[in-house]
């Protein structure tokens, strides 16, 4: 098996294991375990607990003393033991201390799976604008072919989405085992403590267009997170209409959402494309209006016919949203920065994101829980809300963000 075929696979069981319970599992604990809301904000914001520490200080490791692929297969381990035990689980405190454990696990491992696609790419002489979106796609179809398995078998609300999850764990496990070693950078010349201490990343800090690109990576991922966790209870809150109870959106909602992530394949093909044509502004700025379109649509979208429209234009646009800025800032980074930093850069990254999940989360669950009255969710002024704030992002970022030429990709 050659190691383009290696990647492709480890990326596609990367975000298979996501997708099990990334966009169900809000579902699972708001309908059958009884969560409020905010407990289930506080689930979800332990995605942006573990961003805030954990890639950094595994991207450091991976740059300075272990290689990439043993702490990765150490992530997963860790990830599987942690997802099976959470579908044991109905108390929401034990529920977010378990799932806590997971993330810290599994977020630095998204990370650490890029910095090994990258690479394996520079060691075979490949580009990575043209061949990082062709390995990236893997993974949108592996986390599309875990929602559609959890919504046919009927497994949204039920514990045992997490258990799968952790099977596919065990088999990465077993994958990245077989990995060829990563060789570790090291340099001869005296360091300073902050070398030392892995913080060369922080220089990219000194840069006024990277410190912005990071300010509004903390933007977007609480965008991001307000998404993952609270589009399926939306979804299943139309369960109850008897009008409805033969639509897709009711009977397979986990399909539907799907949709976003064939979506995504279109675009993650077409970013080396917008790279080169626009630089990363346009391209983030792309992503920022797609936002705005994402929760547009959704304010209004129902299983109606009419209604069904708008939800599958809102899952086209964040099919761009979250490419254009995901991937192609993956990509930004690795072109800014060298070798010897490349695991602790991306690890700063979703750090930043990080915050903004955490920030997206919470926030966002007490937004839902402040228009919720008697267990009903007044969904439209919630997604109206969160699509202001993308546009009013969109025009900060437009005037901010002022590279002195386009970015050459």
Same mark, same amino acid.
């Given at each position: 098996m050659n190691i383009e075929t290696r990647l492709k696979i480890i990326s596609f069981l990367q975000f298979f294991i996501w997708g099990t319970w990334l966009i169900s599992l809000s579902a699972y604990m708001i309908k059958t375990l009884g969560f409020s809301s905010i407990e289930v904000g506080l689930v979800y914001g332990n995605v942006g607990i573990a !961003? %805030?520490?954990?890639?950094?200080?595994?991207?450091i490791i991976a740059d300075k003393w272990i290689p990439a692929n043993y702490l990765y297969l150490l992530c997963h381990l860790? #990830?599987? $033991? =942690?997802?099976?035990?959470?579908?044991?689980? *109905?108390?929401?405190?034990?529920? $977010?201390?378990?799932?806590?454990?997971? !993330? !810290?696990?599994?977020?630095?491992?998204?990370? %650490?799976?890029?910095? $090994?696609?990258?690479?394996?790419?520079?060691?075979n002489q490949r580009d990575p604008v043209s061949y990082f979106p062709k390995m990236r796609v893997y993974g949108t179809v592996g986390l599309i072919s875990a929602m559609c398995i959890i919504s046919l078998l009927k497994l949204e609300l039920s514990h045992i989405q997490l258990f799968? #999850?952790?099977?596919?764990?065990?088999?990465?496990?077993?994958?990245?085992?077989?990995?060829?070693? $990563?060789?570790?950078?090291?340099?001869?010349?005296?360091? =300073?403590?902050?070398?030392?201490?892995?913080?060369?990343? %922080?220089?990219?800090?000194?840069? +006024?267009?990277?410190?912005?690109?990071?300010?509004? *990576?903390?933007?977007?991922?609480?965008? %991001?997170?307000?998404?993952?966790?609270?589009? =399926?209870?939306?979804?299943?809150?139309?369960?109850? #209409?008897?009008? +409805?109870? *033969?639509?897709i959106v009711v009977a397979y909602p986990g399909i539907l959402l799907s949709l976003s992530q064939v979506s995504e394949i279109f675009f993650i093909v077409c970013i080396p494309f917008f790279l080169r044509q626009y630089g990363i502004k346009g391209v983030l700025l792309i992503s920022l209006f797609a936002w705005i379109l994402r929760f547009g649509f959704l304010a209004y979208a129902d299983p109606s016919s009419y209604g069904l429209i708008l939800f599958i234009l809102s899952m086209l646009a964040y099919g761009c949203a979250f490419d254009f800025f995901n991937v192609s800032g993956s990509i930004f980074i690795e072109k800014s920065v060298t070798e010897d930093i490349r695991n602790s850069a991306q690890g700063l990254f979703m750090i930043v994101k990080g915050f903004g999940a955490y920030l997206g989360a919470v926030l966002g669950g007490i937004i839902v829980n402040i228009f919720t009255e008697n267990s009903t969710r007044d969904w439209s002024t919630i997604w109206l809300i969160f699509s202001s704030y993308a546009a009013v992002l969109f025009i900060l970022f437009l005037f901010s963000f002022k590279p002195n030429k386009k970015e050459a990709f």
């Open positions: !961003c %805030l520490f954990m890639p950094s200080i595994l991207g860790i #990830g599987a $033991i =942690s997802l099976a035990i959470a579908g044991f689980v *109905t108390n929401p405190t034990i529920m $977010i201390l378990i799932m806590l454990i997971h !993330c !810290c696990a599994f977020m630095p491992s998204i990370s %650490l799976s890029y910095s $090994i696609i990258f690479y394996f790419l520079a060691k799968i #999850g952790a099977a596919v764990s065990l088999l990465l496990v077993v994958f990245i085992a077989m990995l060829p070693c $990563i060789s570790i950078v090291q340099k001869n010349e005296k360091k =300073s403590w902050i070398s030392m201490l892995g913080l060369d990343a %922080l220089i990219l800090f000194k840069q +006024y267009n990277m410190c912005i690109f990071f300010l509004f *990576t903390l933007f977007l991922g609480a965008i %991001l997170q307000i998404n993952n966790a609270f589009i =399926s209870p939306f979804l299943h809150d139309f369960n109850g #209409g008897s009008d +409805y109870q *033969t639509s």
